[in-house]
Structure formats: C-alpha cells, structure tokens
C-alpha cells in the first residue's frame, strides 16, 4: 500500500511544516523517516473498541494562523477557558500555529522554558533531543504514532529546573477550529529533581466547528522527588477524531498526577501509560468521561510498576447518555522485582439512557510476590435511592439527577488546579445533559 492510498497528501506537506517552523535537520530526517512507515504500521488495537473505519486520512494536515497581540482578541467563549486573562503564564495554539506565549519574568529568571516545541528544537536542541519520542511514545509504534510523528506542529516544551517550584499552574490551549482542520501538538513536560509544577491543557472546539482530528501527545518526565500534576480536558465537536497519547516516566520518589476529563462529542482515543521507574515513585490518575449522542470513546489507563515500593492508582468514572458508548480499560502490571508495590484500581459507570453503553474493564498483571493491588468495578443506572431521597426534599426528577451526576463527576473535576476553569467544565457537562 503507498502513501497515496493512505492519505490525501503527500511528503512535500511534511516538508513544508518543517521549513514553516525552521527546525533542525533532525527534526525534519525524523519526520520522513515517520512519514514513510505510516502506510507499512496498523492502527492501535483497542480492546473493545473497532476504530477501523473512523476518519484518520480525510483532514488538512497543517493550518497556518494569524498571532494575536492579546488574550483578548479570542472569542469570548474561549477565552472562558483562560484562568486568568492579565496574568496567567500561557500559549494558545490554534490548528497548526502557536498564535499567543506569555510566560512571566519571575519564571524565566529562574530558569524555566516555556516554549513551542520548534523553537525550544532550535534554542535547546540537545535538552529537546534528550526527551522528544525517545522514552515515550515511539514513532513506529502504529499507525497514528507515525502520522504524529510527521506532522506534529506547535505543542509546548515546558522545563523546569531542579528545586524550583512553579507555584501557579502553566496552560496550553489548544484550539481546533475550521472544515477538517487537523491539530497534532507535541506537549513535553520536563520536571527535573525537587521541583514542582502543574500544567492544564485544553483541547477545544467552538459549537458549530466541523473539525476533523486531533492527534496530540503528551510526553511527561518526573525525575527524583519531583511533584507533576497534569490536567487534560477535551471538548471537541461531533465529527472529529479526538486521539491523545500520553506517556510518562517516573524516578525515585517522584510523584505524578493525571487528572483526564473526556468530554468530546465524536470519536475518543483517550490512552495514559506510566512507567514507575525509580524506587518510591507514585502516579494517581483520575478520569472521567462523559458521552452524549453517538460519541464512542475509548479510554486505557496503564501503569507498569518497575521499581520497589512504588504506588499506583486509576479512578475512572464514565456516564454515558442517550445512544453513547464508552470503554474504561484500567491496566496495572507489577513487574517482577517491584517488591512491596500496591496497585489500585477503581472504575464506574453510570448509564443514563436505555440505548447507552458502558464498561469498566479491570486488568491486574502481576509478576511479583511480595505486593499489594486490588480493582473494584461497577457498572449501572442512577440509583433510585439517591434519587428518592433528592426528590423527597421538593428538589424536581431532573434536577435530582444533575445532582447526583455533578457529584459522581467531581470525585475527578474537583481535582483540576483552578476553580475558574472547574466552573467552565461545570458549564459545559450542564449544556450536554440539557441537550
């Protein structure tokens, strides 16, 4: 099979990406190296989930957008999105283009970079070298992992150096916008020993976009003692591919957060996996998902525990509305010599329609003795207990059902390092249980 047949484009759109953002030459060798097995790898095997008839090819590889002087100059409805307008340290990347980057004085004099992944190539090529598609995610590892690999463009390099603490949290926006518009950034996060840092990066589309793919990665390394909290919220619009990957590395004693809302409206390729490295490393992931229409979503959380006295644990919760359907894989694989480990595993469902569908899938692979791990899954209707006792103190059906729903969600959207965007989510999981 050629490239042709595979995709609407051909290997003078990878260059010109790369010649559009001036990057090293290995940048660009890397990329059509990526290019060329894209029609030799399958896509992802998902369990449970047939993605192969889903829209990977029909999409406009790169959209080059204008800058903006101003957070300002963004509609309104995604500016909702921004923490703080005046003072937030932040970069908007809307389709293929980083169009806003500010990040403070008192950050950069303490060394940390903020910065597209292009400019951080070209400004700190061999720190960029250390960690792009090295120990995460992999070129060939499918399909969609090579198609990134090819035509990723923007993203955020954030590095932090040892023992400093960023004590606000650091936002990526990022913005699909237009008839099959495409978006692939490239998010590394780079925490080096004894520091501190927490990054949100929301993935959004305006009511009415008919947009086509997201293909993201996010690539996190937590080095010793270090304490990361990322937050990813999707909300992109019914006919758009929504894939992100999401890959980290954990030293000794670091401590890793993912909190992960899964909101997008059309099809959901939502994947996390941490590797426990060091000794005394900890990771807490915490997902939710909600599905409304037809969406179909797809979400795998996988930890590998390697190192001694590691911790782990996935608290997954998903509801599903009208013909939606969704897939909750929770992975934990000790490994052998990972002694005194304990991997934790939580996932629920909550089926709102007749016609919904949901499953938590639990998975515990253990290779070692001496550990400790446990799973707990569930899968059902609204309870009517709840309900009653909502609704026996004059609160209405549909409102006793917003209610328990809300609380069954915030166990993740609570979580997320900022109460202004907290009530942005909360405003839009309301717009689609009205809908």
Same mark, same amino acid.
């Given at each position: 099979?050629?490239?042709?047949?595979?995709?609407?484009?051909?290997?003078?759109?990878?260059?010109?990406?790369?010649?559009?953002?001036?990057?090293?030459?290995?940048?660009?060798?890397?990329?059509?190296?990526?290019?060329?097995?894209?029609?030799?790898?399958?896509?992802?095997?998902? =369990?449970?989930?047939?993605?192969?008839?889903?829209?990977?090819?029909?999409?406009?590889?790169?959209?080059?957008?204008?800058?903006?002087?101003?957070?300002?100059?963004?509609?309104?409805?995604?500016?909702?999105?921004?923490?703080? +307008?005046?003072?937030?340290?932040?970069?908007?990347?809307?389709?293929?283009?980083?169009?806003?980057?500010?990040?403070?004085?008192?950050?950069?004099?303490?060394?940390?970079?903020?910065?597209?992944?292009?400019?951080?190539?070209?400004?700190?090529?061999?720190?960029?070298?250390?960690?792009?598609?090295?120990?995460?995610?992999?070129?060939?590892?499918?399909?969609?992992?090579?198609?990134?690999?090819?035509?990723?463009?923007?993203?955020?390099?954030?590095?932090?150096?040892?023992?400093?603490?960023?004590?606000?949290?650091?936002?990526?926006?990022?913005?699909?916008?237009? =008839?099959?518009?495409?978006?692939?950034?490239?998010?590394?996060?780079?925490?080096?020993?004894? $520091?501190?840092?927490?990054?949100?990066?929301?993935?959004?589309?305006?009511?009415?976009?008919?947009?086509?793919?997201?293909?993201?990665?996010? =690539?996190?390394?937590?080095?010793?003692?270090?304490?990361?909290?990322?937050?990813?919220?999707?909300?992109?619009?019914?006919?758009?591919?929504?894939?992100?990957?999401?890959?980290?590395?954990?030293?000794?004693?670091?401590?890793?957060?993912?909190?992960?809302?899964?909101?997008?409206?059309?099809?959901?390729?939502?994947?996390?996996?941490?590797?426990? +490295?060091? =000794?005394?490393?900890?990771?807490?992931?915490?997902?939710?998902?909600?599905?409304?229409?037809?969406?179909?979503?797809?979400?795998?959380?996988?930890?590998?525990?390697?190192?001694?006295?590691?911790?782990?644990?996935?608290?997954?919760?998903?509801?599903?509305?009208?013909?939606?359907?969704?897939?909750?894989?929770?992975?934990?694989?000790?490994?052998?010599?990972?002694?005194?480990?304990?991997?934790?595993?939580?996932?629920?469902?909550?089926?709102?329609?007749?016609?919904?569908?949901?499953?938590?899938?639990?998975?515990?692979?253990?290779?070692?003795?001496?550990?400790?791990?446990?799973?707990?899954?569930?899968?059902?209707?609204?309870?009517?207990?709840?309900?009653?006792?909502?609704?026996?103190?004059?609160?209405?059906?549909?409102?006793?059902?917003?209610?328990?729903?809300?609380?069954?969600?915030?166990?993740?959207?609570?979580?997320?390092?900022?109460?202004?965007?907290?009530? $942005?989510?909360?405003?839009?999981?309301?717009?689609?249980?009205?809908?």
């Amino acid at each position: 099979m050629s490239v042709e047949t595979c995709l609407l484009f051909d290997e003078s759109v990878v260059k010109g990406i790369a010649a559009k953002t001036q990057e090293p030459a290995w940048m660009l060798n890397a990329r059509l190296e990526a290019f060329k097995d894209v029609p030799n790898l399958p896509l992802p095997k998902l =369990e449970r989930t047939n993605i192969d008839r889903w829209n990977f090819t029909d999409f406009t590889p790169f959209t080059e957008e204008a800058a903006i002087g101003s957070l300002t100059e963004l509609p309104e409805d995604v500016q909702e999105f921004i923490f703080d +307008k005046e003072q937030a340290h932040v970069m908007v990347q809307k389709n293929g283009s980083v169009i806003f980057r500010r990040l403070g004085d008192d950050l950069a004099e303490q060394g940390v970079l903020f910065t597209d992944l292009a400019s951080a190539a070209r400004e700190n090529e061999a720190l960029v070298k250390k960690f792009f598609m090295t120990d995460g995610i992999k070129r060939d590892e499918h399909r969609l992992s090579a198609l990134h690999a090819a035509l990723n463009s923007g993203g955020v390099f954030l590095y932090v150096p040892r023992n400093v603490e960023v004590k606000v949290p650091i936002q990526g926006l990022f913005w699909l916008a237009g =008839e099959k518009a495409a978006m692939m950034p490239h998010i590394i996060i780079v925490a080096e020993a004894n $520091s501190r840092i927490d990054f949100v990066a929301n993935f959004i589309a305006r009511p009415g976009d008919e947009a086509a793919f997201n293909n993201s990665a996010i =690539e996190v390394f937590v080095s010793d003692g270090a304490r990361v909290r990322v937050a990813t919220v999707s909300s992109l619009g019914k006919e758009t591919v929504d894939v992100i990957y999401r890959r980290s590395l954990v030293s000794r004693d670091g401590q890793l957060e993912w909190i992960v809302a899964d909101l997008s409206e059309g099809r959901v390729i939502s994947d996390n996996t941490t590797h426990l +490295k060091g =000794e005394g490393g900890t990771v807490n992931v915490k997902t939710v998902v909600l599905g409304t229409d037809e969406m179909r979503a797809n979400v795998t959380s996988s930890i590998h525990h390697w190192g001694r006295h590691t911790a782990s644990d996935i608290n997954a919760r998903s509801v599903m509305k009208d013909s939606a359907t969704s897939i909750l894989n929770s992975i934990t694989k000790i490994e052998k010599g990972a002694s005194k480990s304990d991997g934790q595993q939580s996932g629920k469902v909550l089926m709102l329609s007749p016609d919904a569908r949901g499953d938590a899938n639990p998975i515990l692979l253990i290779d070692e003795n001496d550990v400790t791990a446990g799973h707990a899954a569930s899968v059902g209707r609204i309870d009517p207990t709840q309900l009653y006792y909502l609704m026996s103190r004059g609160i209405s059906r549909r409102e006793a059902e917003k209610l328990i729903i809300r609380g069954f969600l915030d166990a993740v959207v609570s979580q997320i390092p900022s109460e202004s965007l907290q009530a $942005s989510i909360h405003r839009l999981i309301e717009r689609k249980l009205q809908s």
